[in-house]
């Protein structure tokens, strides 16, 4: 069973950091990975979606990276602000399940 | 908009009555999930379906099912409620099985 882990649970750093946030999974056999963000009380807002055969992805100040063989993804923030403060969540597409497994998620405050 | 509409955004419910959250997608997507997300335990798969017509059972489908009639609406529905059903919970689609995820805004559910 593929189990995704996102460490750390929280993260507090002031605004102008750069920041990295990670996630893993133990079943390399995946077909997609997909950074979300959630603000409090609200849904899941897609981020950046990596496929199984690329690398990375970047969309304004995100990047992220994918490395199957490690079991590893990286959200990369740049210049942080206070309106990134929300929780991160990966979601990990395992192609023996034909689903998505989901992280529990990184909390992120930017601190003005 | 196109998205997703969830319908209740928020339900108090007695325990033992029974409850239908709606989800209503105008993409034309092929798949839709339910998920619920609880503090800890993160976002679980409670059923999906892959096509209009079909359904299958996640990580957490006891309590819980659904119907798939068509490709837009895919009703979530608790026979008798229990308050371990109380959750927030997520619809998401994808154009197909191994595609990336959109979600609606949530249905946060109280069962007392």
């Known amino acids: 069973k593929q189990e995704v882990t996102q460490i750390p649970a929280a993260l507090s750093v002031p605004e102008g950091e750069n920041l990295v946030l990670n996630c893993s999974f133990t079943?390399?056999?995946?077909?997609?990975l997909q950074w979300f963000r959630q603000d409090p009380g609200k849904g899941l807002t897609s981020l950046l979606l990596i496929q199984s055969s690329q690398r990375e992805q970047t969309s304004g100040r995100l990047n992220a990276s994918l490395d199957k063989s490690s079991g590893r993804s990286t959200l990369y923030i740049a210049a942080s602000q206070p309106g990134d403060s929300a929780t991160y969540l990966c979601a990990v597409g395992d192609t023996n399940a034909g689903k998505s497994t989901f992280g529990d998620g990184t909390t992120l405050t930017v601190k003005p | 908009t196109a998205g997703i509409t969830q319908a209740p955004t928020s339900q108090i419910l007695a325990a033992g009555r029974s409850m239908t959250l709606r989800c209503t997608q105008d993409m034309r997507h092929n798949a839709m999930y339910w998920y619920r997300q609880d503090l800890g335990l993160g976002l679980r798969l409670i059923h999906y379906?892959?096509?209009?017509?079909?359904?299958g059972k996640g990580e957490v489908p006891d309590g819980y099912s659904v119907s798939r009639a068509n490709t837009d609406d895919f009703p979530l529905t608790l026979a008798s409620a229990v308050p371990s059903q109380t959750s927030v919970y997520f619809c998401?689609?994808?154009?197909?099985?191994?595609?990336?995820?959109?979600f609606g805004n949530g249905t946060r559910l109280t069962v007392t």
């Open positions: 379906s892959n096509t209009a017509g079909t359904t």
């Open positions: 998401a689609s994808s154009p197909g099985q191994y595609s990336p995820l959109h």
């Open positions: 079943d390399s056999a995946i077909y997609n």
